[in-house]
């Protein structure tokens, strides 16, 4: 659990997602993998498929059918490795060290569960350039990953900028509070101004837990400010983050309260299709 892997496909967002693998190798040291998929639904691996249209008078046909989908699946290889050869280019600009250049073959979730041992951070695009061709404003395998994948992401729009403050959903379950350690043993955000905001009920109980979590963050040397507001959990976490300028929300991907519900319920697919800041899922 040691790599940044940073997602590259030919969509739109594949700058803002290899230049904030840049900023995160940055501030964390760890080095970096980019990754291609190429995938078995576009691009399916040669194999024989004389049971599915027969012999005899179809043999040219077949033949023909092998060799288009094997000239379909060279160029998308082909184009893949430039991909990953244009983002090593940029991420040498940058002056960081020649990362690890991937191309795998198959389905984007089974590839990064592979990988999740490895896996200290995945960086990856709102979504993919079918998804953009579709006009869908979430990335079809996106929320797939999200269920499934057990390590950190940060998910990325379209533009990225470095981020100078971020927005912490805090519900003081045992995940949020492993989330608040998490964050506490990171260097991905040291020193910037995190917001604490609880979305529920002004209690004592509510105040308490509040400040121990404020406590852990800024002996970690991070600037806490810390807020309990009533109502929706997404849009009262929206409304915040706009109201203070925040540069990125942080949440824990499982909880035992409304946040619970936001994470795994269709309310994840709203908040990653409105979004226009980076967010990261901590699981």
Not at 9 to 32: F, H, N, Q
Not at 60 to 65: A, S, T
Not at 164 to 176: C, E, I, R, V
């Amino acid at each position: 659990m040691n790599r940044i892997i940073a997602c590259i496909d030919g969509s739109s967002a594949a700058s803002a997602v290899c230049d904030c693998a840049i900023w995160a190798c940055r501030r964390t040291g760890a080095p970096l993998t980019l990754l291609h998929v190429l995938d078995r639904g576009r691009y399916p691996e040669p194999g024989d498929l004389s049971g599915a249209i027969g012999l005899g008078s179809r043999e040219q046909l077949l033949d023909e059918l092998s060799k288009l989908d094997e000239q379909r699946g060279k160029l998308a290889l082909e184009q893949g490795q430039l991909m990953l050869e244009a983002a090593g280019a940029r991420v040498l600009a940058a002056g960081l060290e020649a990362p690890e250049l991937s191309q795998r073959y198959g389905d984007l979730v089974e590839v990064l569960q592979e990988l999740a041992p490895q896996i200290r951070l995945l960086v990856i695009g709102r979504r993919g350039v079918k998804s953009r061709q579709q006009g869908l404003h979430v990335g079809s395998h996106l929320e797939s990953v999200t269920r499934t994948l057990q390590r950190p992401m940060l998910i990325v729009p379209e533009t990225f900028k470095e981020p100078g403050s971020l927005l912490l959903a805090y519900d003081a379950s045992p995940n949020a509070q492993l989330a608040v350690r998490m964050l506490a043993a990171s260097p991905l955000f040291k020193g910037l101004p995190l917001h604490l905001l609880m979305v529920g009920k002004d209690s004592e109980e509510h105040r308490e837990a509040l400040a121990d979590a404020e406590e852990l963050l800024e002996n970690a040397d991070f600037l806490v400010t810390t807020e309990i507001r009533k109502g929706e959990v997404e849009q009262t976490l929206l409304d915040y983050q706009q109201e203070h300028g925040l540069d990125l929300l942080v949440m824990g991907a499982h909880g035992h309260s409304r946040i619970r519900q936001f994470f795994l319920g269709s309310t994840t697919h709203h908040m990653l299709r409105i979004s226009t800041t980076p967010l990261l899922l901590l699981r």
